[in-house]
């Protein structure tokens, strides 16, 4: 097996999922006010329905997903899922009714899904010593998927609301072929298991992999960790209109700023740390720079000064490899698909849960009616929400690995 290649391929798939995501972003706003035919405040209504049904697909299909690649095997739904995604795509750019764009979401979501098949391939080609690191890269391959996705949707738009849509499609077929020509199949017999319902709708999933000793505690920490984290995209381009006078070119400029520090600091630094300090200690330490990160963020009010914590708000990325890694450790080779697809659920309600959280604590200390005007408050909570996972973690015992089942 060419496992560079194969690697390729997975870092490409992560970086085209998140691509595009931020690839239609740019239009969404306008193609929404061209079907409906509304103004920017219903279109705004619209674009969080579409990104809720985003998110709820992901909750709902990413056990049955990885289950899927556990039996059937990852290359399989990894490139099914790719050319699906390229199909929906064209949908979306043919689409002339909102609920054209609502079926293209529906379909957009399940096939995102597959992230956790590309997770558990990962943890298939990787010794249980380098999982993290490999999981870092993948952190990284998303980051970079972040920062290109919107400038390249910025750029397509100028030919558009449907181009960005188009570029998509392209970009997704064409690393079906690559993956088609590249990508060894990694499930074999020995590790092979059947397909059951039981487990792969989200409670049962959460039901079986919780029962693995010490996942029921680092599900929840990464639940909370994963609304933490979302006070960046979640509030942050409110917060530097409001507190620092930013207008749309800096926040997107400082957002990119952001996704950069994170894909170097997960593409460079999580192996050389996790060899050195371990993965337990890689975990605290990442979750104790986000807390100070948060605070640090909760009070600023000069925008250079928060621009400069960059580095500092990275480096604190370092947690979510490391904490994934000690997880797909802790499975038998034969539940890397399941877990994966458990984590994805888990992310993708904290992401439907973490938008309504940080966006009601700033409106509430925005207002008059707030004890104070503290614009950064949705990053304090987000300072106790660590400090918490911090306390949970370090009093979790080190999970034993799990035989085949």
Known sequence: MNKRLATTFILISVMLDSMGIGLIMPVMPDLIQ??????????????????????????????TVGNLSDRYGRRPVLIISLVIMAFDYV????????????????????????????????????????????????????????????????????????????????????????????????????????????RANPLGAFRNIGALPGLKRLMLITFVYTIAFFVYPGVWAYIGAERFGWGPGMIGLSLGVFGIGIALVQGLLIKPVINRIGERRAVILGLSIDVLAFVALGFITNGLVALALTPLTALGSIAGPALQGIMSRTASDDQQGELQGTVTSINAVATIVAPLMVTQTFWYFTTDSAPLYLPGAPFLLSAVLTIGCICVFVQTPRPKRARAT
């Open 34 to 63: 061209e079907v409906e035919g509304q103004g920017i405040g219903a279109a705004a209504v619209w674009g969080g329905i579409l990104a809720t049904i985003f998110a709820a697909m992901q909750f709902l299909f990413g056990p």
């Open 91 to 198: 949908l979306m750019a043919l689409a002339h009714t909102i609920w054209l764009l609502i079926i293209g979401r529906i379909i957009g979501g399940i096939t995102a899904a597959t992230q956790s098949t590309s997770a558990a391939y990962m943890a298939d080609i990787s010794e249980p010593h380098e999982k993290a690191g490999n999981f870092g890269l993948i952190g990284a391959a998303f980051g970079m998927g972040f920062v290109l996705g919107p400038l390249l949707g910025g750029v397509l738009a100028e030919f558009g609301t449907r181009a960005p849509f188009w570029a998509a499609a392209l970009l997704a077929a064409a690393n079906a072929v690559f993956g088609y020509y590249v990508l060894p199949e990694t499930v074999t017999d020995k590790i092979r298991r059947p397909f059951e319902w039981r």
